[in-house]
């Protein structure tokens, strides 16, 4: 949830022309807009630094990014049967990877981004959930 709410976040400010190229996708040919460049842009290192002192609301998507694929690594650690669940971790690490990448300013397309910032989180957050609530209702 607190992925969510900071990626939502980053969405209703910096993130806006993000929104736009995704609702602006023209459903009958997405390959041309899926492969533009991206206009999400993550906060750079030098944004970063100079937020520390100023706005510190700049920080929260790369928190919430961190907060994600951290515990859900420390719950699989903690109570992971199964060398699988590990791949829930995995998908949940995409978004942290792409806020340093483009902390650093590797460029994406926008079909990368709907990926690492959408759907892997959902599949990685809400497929171990999903799993972890069939384990328990099996177990009981």
Known sequence: ?????GFAWHLA???AAFAAALASLDTAAPAAGLLASSPLSVPSLAALQAAAATTPTT???PVAAALL????AAVIARFGHAWTTWGYALAAAVPLALVA???????RPVA???LGFVV??????GGFVVDAGWYLFASR
């Open 69 to 72: 694929a951290v515990s859900l």
């Open 120 to 125: 892997c989180p959902l599949l990685g957050a």
């Open 1 to 5: 949830m607190t992925y969510l709410g």
């Open 112 to 114: 990368v981004d709907l």
């Open 101 to 107: 990448a483009g902390a650093v300013g590797v460029g």
């Open 13 to 15: 400010g910096d993130g």
């Open 59 to 61: 920080f929260v998507f």
